[in-house]
């Protein structure tokens, strides 16, 4: 019988060999992925858990949700919203403050929706400055935001599974249950509203025992269908390719997939764990990642395999 310091001796150096093997792959995957998809532009100064990447077309800017230092739970007032260019320059790191652990964002007339633990956040986009807060006092965990083409804000509350909507002023449920797979991204598109499940049977650490699926819910007639044709990952960000299709990421593997019109997905990168809420520009195939865990905003060139 081995004594008790070599008994921790031994576990310290298996628990070392395998976080160093786990790095070792990581850093395997990120290098292959650069390789087949070139990196554009990336930006690291001023990034702290970056979360949301998105394009407002109307204002030309790129905007980025950063939790910060307290993690994605912690009521702490560290949060920002940077902006950037479409090429990667910061034009303001914290253009907007005051927010806890802010994640999705999507703009609609002008103005900036931002999710942000319990409540909704609408940011005036030529002020800069905050315009109104929705308090749900219900919600678990807000995460992912959407605009439909009335103006209708979805937020999907991810630990509820459940999607609220702000409607013409007024919160209220627009879909919820098992069914949803604890929705974690939103986008709406074409009438629909589109999921990306993070999976059933949620567990404390976030873990699921059953991966989600990208769910499809029709706006008018609340009509759900799955578009995935088997389970696909911890889905975060949705955006279309332009051609049918979806590119969507997957936070707890790092993947980076494309799900084609038949809901068949296709791993095209593997990075370390927190691939996050996505920018997708289908007209120059650039995809613009936050990696969360890493502290990173990186824009790829998809072209070579989204022509």
């Given at each position: 019988m081995r004594s008790l310091p070599q008994a921790l001796l031994i576990t310290a150096t298996l628990l070392l060999t395998v976080s160093s093997s786990a790095v070792a792959e990581d850093t395997k995957n990120e290098k292959t992925a650069k390789q087949k998809f070139p990196v554009v532009w990336e930006v690291t100064d001023g990034i702290q858990a970056p979360e949301s990447a998105y394009y407002d077309a109307k204002s030309g800017s790129l905007f980025l949700?950063?939790?910060g230092a307290g993690g994605g739970k912690k009521k702490d007032g560290d949060g920002w919203i940077s902006k950037l260019t479409i090429d990667g320059k910061v034009v303001?790191?914290?253009?907007?403050?005051?927010?806890?652990?802010?994640?999705g964002l999507r703009s609609y007339g002008g103005k900036l929706w931002i999710s942000d633990i319990d409540r909704v956040i609408c940011v005036d986009i030529a002020a800069?400055?905050?315009?109104?807060?929705?308090?749900?006092?219900?919600?678990?965990?807000?995460?992912?935001?959407?605009?439909?083409?009335?103006?209708?804000?979805?937020?999907s509350d991810m630990a509820a599974s459940r999607v609220y909507q702000i409607q013409k002023g007024k919160v209220s449920v627009f879909a919820e249950g098992e069914d949803l797979e604890?929705?974690?991204?939103?986008?709406?598109?074409?009438?629909?509203?589109?999921?990306?499940?993070w999976g059933r049977e949620l567990q404390a650490d976030f873990s699921t025992n059953i991966p989600g699926r990208l769910i499809e819910i029709d706006i008018v007639t609340k009509?759900?269908?799955?578009?995935?044709?088997k389970p696909t990952g911890n889905l975060d960000g949705v955006e279309v390719d332009g051609k049918g299709g979806f590119v969507v990421t997957d936070w707890r593997a790092g993947k980076v997939l494309h799900i084609d019109?038949?809901?068949d997905a296709t791993v095209l990168m593997?990075?370390?764990?927190?691939?996050?809420d996505h920018a997708y520009l289908a007209d120059r195939h650039l995809l613009i990642l936050p990696r969360m865990l890493e502290n990173k905003l990186t824009a790829f060139d998809l072209s070579t395999a989204l022509k």
């Open positions: 949700s950063q939790i303001k790191n914290k253009w907007v403050t005051g927010f806890n652990a802010p994640k800069a400055k905050i315009d109104k807060v929705y308090e749900i006092k219900e919600a678990k965990f807000l995460n992912d935001l959407a605009c439909g083409s009335d103006g209708t804000v979805y937020v604890h929705p974690n991204g939103l986008l709406a598109h074409g009438g629909k509203l589109y999921l990306g499940g009509k759900l269908k799955v578009i995935s044709s019109a038949k809901g593997e990075l370390p764990r927190g691939s996050a």
